[in-house]
């Protein structure tokens, strides 16, 4: 590290989806359809001067063997509905919604986060994602089938159409690309942001290159500090040939964090908490995602099946399956045995995403020394306990940051833009 002035932390709320973040066990766990489970949320992260609120999205349940996953969010309101209402009950936060660029159309979807834009003084965000997934597109009228290597080009013409939608407000837009052919009019004004911070995750080459093209914000999963710099670095790098600064594009991966009056006390719970995250039925299921067979008979506290997985299978329905399942399987057995652990022990061990496990004085360090030496520029924090899993963060954390001159003590303007140091880009 150099003597450059500290680097200010950016830190971001998400409300854990379709996934097992939530320790759905504990008596505090809420519910993920009443609002003011939203609302409890995205008022403690504006109470901590948070940058914004992040909701993701889920089209449509998983299924193994053609039944539900039980673990699932059943029933999550659609998350730009959620953000229009909580900007009502915030003045600050910035509201970030991921939606799909695969099932939805450039104009509907530029109208919509104009919308939120202007109902929250300019707070709005959008998280772009991509899909290739058939059995997500049978809910949509044209099948949403997309190859692989067409995600990213869709995406790319889609997030610019968007843009040039937003930049001409009321005036008529007329495009024509491989993607989109389209005239049209907002009948909007310009958005107060002039652009809503456009936010990319993905960690392929191809994603990368995206995000440094096109977003203001990537939400990464890196869990070391030496792969948190190489993938900052990397990013970094490639701004340059699209004519970008490296301040213009904010990393921040996703990490939970477990905090107790005392390290060891940490350690105990956020051991309890990942064995409440990952029971019996969940440590089964990642295990079919990779093998792509029925393993409802297989014991979780015993070793990994022996058999070798299935790479052409279609167990596994609305999720990504490994693309070299072979390959992932020799390498949990090589785990597994380097360090002696059952089935549900190597799941719990191979789907840790970052995480700080400390008292509030270790926790504020070690996200401190990440972002101080480059490994991020901040963390978007997932709670496992919704609605309240983040005010112990915010009461006994933010403080310290604040201590160190690294976070900040008040909002210093109005939009998501200004909470990020991002420009206001011109009209093109």
Not at 28 to 33: D, Q, Y
Not at 107 to 135: C, I, K, P, Q
């Amino acid at each position: 590290m150099t003597d450059r002035p500290l680097k200010q932390i950016h830190l971001a709320a998400h409300f854990p989806g379709v996934n097992n973040t939530t320790v759905w066990s504990d008596p505090a766990s809420g519910s993920h359809i009443e609002f003011d489970s939203f609302r409890h949320l995205a008022q403690t992260a504006e109470r901590g001067k948070f940058d914004f609120f992040f909701l993701a999205e889920g089209l449509r349940l998983r299924e193994t063997n053609g039944r539900i996953h039980d673990l699932d969010v059943v029933g999550r309101p659609e998350s730009i509905t959620v953000l229009n209402a909580l900007a009502a009950v915030t003045e600050h936060l910035g509201l970030a919604a991921t939606v799909n660029a695969t099932f939805n159309e450039p104009y509907e979807l530029a109208r919509r986060f104009a919308t939120l834009d202007h109902l929250s003084g300019g707070r709005a965000a959008w998280n772009v994602v991509t899909s290739s997934d058939a059995f997500t597109g049978e809910n949509f009228r044209r099948g949403g089938y997309l190859n692989r290597a067409d995600r990213y080009t869709r995406a790319a013409e889609f997030v610019e159409l968007a843009r040039e939608f937003w930049d001409a407000g009321d005036a008529e837009v007329r495009h024509a690309g491989p993607q989109f052919e389209v005239e049209g009019r907002l009948s909007l004004p310009r958005p107060p942001q002039g652009h809503p911070v456009v936010i990319q995750a993905g960690d392929s080459d191809e994603g990368r290159e995206f995000a440094a093209a096109t977003a203001d914000v990537i939400f990464s999963r890196h869990s070391t500090l030496t792969d948190g710099q190489a993938f900052h670095a990397d990013v970094k790098r490639r701004l340059a040939a699209y004519g970008r600064k490296p301040d213009e594009l904010k990393i921040m991966p996703g990490a939970t964090f477990v905090l107790g009056d005392t390290d060891a006390e940490a350690e105990e719970r956020a051991t309890e908490v990942r064995r409440a995250q990952v029971g019996p039925q969940t440590a089964i299921h990642y295990l079919e995602q990779v093998w792509g067979i029925d393993l409802s008979d297989h014991d979780p506290d015993g070793p990994l099946p022996t058999v070798d997985p299935d790479p052409d299978s279609a167990l596994i329905q609305g999720r990504v399956r490994f693309s070299d399942p072979v390959a992932v399987a020799e390498r949990w057995r090589a785990v597994a045995a380097e360090k002696n652990l059952t089935s549900r022990e190597l799941v719990i061990e191979v789907t840790g995403r970052q995480s700080f496990i400390g008292s509030p004085a270790t926790v504020a360090g070690l996200i401190d020394h990440f972002v101080q030496n480059d490994a991020a520029d901040g963390f978007i924090l997932v709670p496992h306990l919704t609605p309240g899993g983040l005010d112990e963060f915010v009461d006994r954390v933010v403080p310290l940051l604040q201590e160190r001159g690294v976070f900040r003590t008040d909002y210093t303007g109005p939009t998501l833009r200004d909470h990020l140091g991002l420009p206001v880009p011109g009209r093109r």
